[in-house]
């Protein structure tokens, strides 16, 4: 697609699109004058209830449409491009990079850098600022854009020059005031790099960041993450036991002084550094409604708490239905999660298997041996992976696999092997589970399987 040439690829049957006879091809020039740079001025202009469209059909002819319309209508198309712009690559070398660690031979998607803050609003991504202009933050600024999320990584502007290989990423801090001054809402992100941001320069960073609440809700704390590819690159080494314990040590010094002077905890470590120090989760409240799941931060708590929740919920429909006391239906499944998670799930499944004890539940934790095995988390877990570790086991009726394995909203892992492989070579059936506790209560004890709609997704073997 060219640059600001806002081609319509669909048009929404029923909708006002539909009406006013556009069709796929066509163009999107202007709303009620306005030359449209990409979807935020797309969304902003056809906010009011009277908009003039320019189209430019295939053959090159103009029309002018006139549409009244409620607030709220959308026109009913969809773009070429999710962004109607290009999106914007990355220009900084940063040390910790994940994409750099990647091996060769992997989909072209999975290397391209973005750093765009358009998608820091539409999809959550954490963007450095460096690649913003001035006109960029204006326009965030006039449409009130929020939240932004950030890769601060440490408020010491040369540190953080060296940390993104970038001598503008110093300056590009300042930005952060700009959004403060003007109200707009933003989280921040550090991720923490033995020996270069954390202990003292962490406690600095915290504190420059804590001046900027409330704009500045949140900042969360993620441990690099290094694969075996790192030939060349910057020599990180990964955060030891000792490392984490003086992270939380400091988080946890900087949430009690946050909340007792603004009433929330405002920095937050995530699920890794409690994971690999032993340590319980945090209580529900001391994540502040829970703002950078995304991050990891709290997932693990939500779920623990959304379990028990379901299970409760279990026993007061049976009591109610005057049922049995327990679910004593015969039930065997097994679970494949990362090794540093699957402790904690499996503590979780021995916790439904107490109310269904027909149930029986088997975990497996798989080692990374595509990205090296200090990469120990579920969402970079490889299809090659799975079949290698867990042929010839035990898995019972069904497989369950965090959703967080696939690419979103495919039926594919990181390598490109296919769920229909994964399942034809273990010979097992396999459930798509969310992150939910309702739907891993559900997943295990196989309630919802024939009815209940999209609660979790079973896939049968295909013959």
Known sequence: MKKNEHVVTCVKPGSMAEELELEPGDILLEINGHRLEDIFDYQYYME???V????KKPDGEEWLLEVEKDEDEDLGVIFENGLMDEYRSCRNKCIFCFIDQMPPGMR???YFKDDDSRLSFLQGNYITL?????????????YHLAPINISVHTMNPKLRCKMLHNRFAGDALQKIRRFYEAGIEMNGQIVLCRGINDREELEHTIEALGEFLPHMRSVSVVPVGLTKFRDGLYPLEPLTKEDMEDALARIERFQQIFFERYGVHFIHASDEFYLMCGRSLPEAERYDGYLQLENGVGMLRLLEDEVMEALEEDREARSAEEGPAEDKR????????GCLAAPFIKE????VQKEYPGLKVTVYAIQNRYFGELITVSGLITGQDLVSQLQGKELGERLLLPVNMFKSGEEVFLDDVTLAEVQSALQIKTDIV?????EFVNALTGAGLTGGPDRYRPYELKE
């Open 48 to 50: 009011d209830t009277y």
């Open 52 to 55: 003039e469209l320019l189209v």
């Open 108 to 110: 072209d998607t999975l």
């Open 130 to 142: 460096t690649n913003m202009s001035d006109h960029d933050i204006d326009r965030i600024i006039a």
């Open 330 to 337: 015969e039930r065997s499944v097994s679970i494949a999660t």
């Open 348 to 351: 979780l499944a021995s916790r």
């Open 434 to 438: 969310k992150s939910s506790g309702r």
